[in-house]
């Protein structure tokens, strides 16, 4: 073979290989349709330190929970703005201002994945698959170190793990409690101001 000929086709040979490796790799990772496929997702977004990414692998009534925490806790700190007074501001801020700031569900579900340490409990065993087992909407996926993860069939066919689910609603529980307690606070502190600004009238 001329010194042309390879200079032209060795590069083309190591894209095609490259785009076949790439096309098996997608031919074979399992349908995100199947527990194996979600279980995979999150293994992989664990892995490459993307735990945002393991967001629409959480099963439904997890990703409903966060988006609630993030609506709370973004009104109650645009409340805590415009009623409190200053020197009762910060520290609610404070407490409020990742989930407040959230874009969405999956970023307030981002802090707490970091915050609570629910990152670190998935890397302890985030192993290969032994098996799986499936009974109607709900499965099972057991690693080979044993650990077993529960999953459930969400509305559009991805399977969501439930992991942190109770966590998630016990959050979203407290982000509603604590938006009826700033609620009532800034009322009071309306009310104070109005009776206020009537005697200085």
């Known amino acids: 073979m001329s010194r042309w ?11 095609l290989a490259w785009i076949a490796f790439v096309v098996h790799s997608h031919l074979t990772f399992p349908s995100e349709n199947t527990p194996e496929g979600a279980y995979a997702r999150i293994v992989l977004a664990i892995a490459k330190g993307r735990p ?16 609630t925490i993030r609506d709370y806790r973004s ?61 109607g909407e709900r499965a099972t996926v057991q690693t080979a170190r044993g650990t077993r993860y529960a999953f459930r069939k969400r509305e559009n066919g991805i399977w969501g793990l439930t992991m ?19 609620q009532r606070a800034a009322d009071d502190y309306a009310r104070a101001n109005a009776a206020g600004g009537a005697r200085t009238q």
Do not use: N
């Open 5 to 15: 000929l390879k200079i032209v086709l060795v590069p083309g040979v190591l894209v």
């Open 52 to 67: 945002r990414d393991c967001f629409p692998y959480l099963e439904t009534q997890a990703q409903w929970a966060s988006y």
């Open 75 to 135: 009104k109650a700190a645009a409340r805590v703005v415009e009623s409190y007074p200053e020197t009762e501001r910060a520290a609610l801020l404070v407490a409020y201002e990742h989930e407040a700031k959230a874009l969405d569900g999956a970023d307030a579900w981002l802090w707490l994945a970091q915050s609570r340490g629910f990152v670190t409990r998935l890397r302890k065993d985030l192993s290969g698959i032994r098996k799986v087992e499936i009974a």
């Open 164 to 182: 942190f689910t109770a966590e998630l609603m016990a959050e979203a529980e407290k982000a509603a409690r604590d938006w009826d307690v700033v």
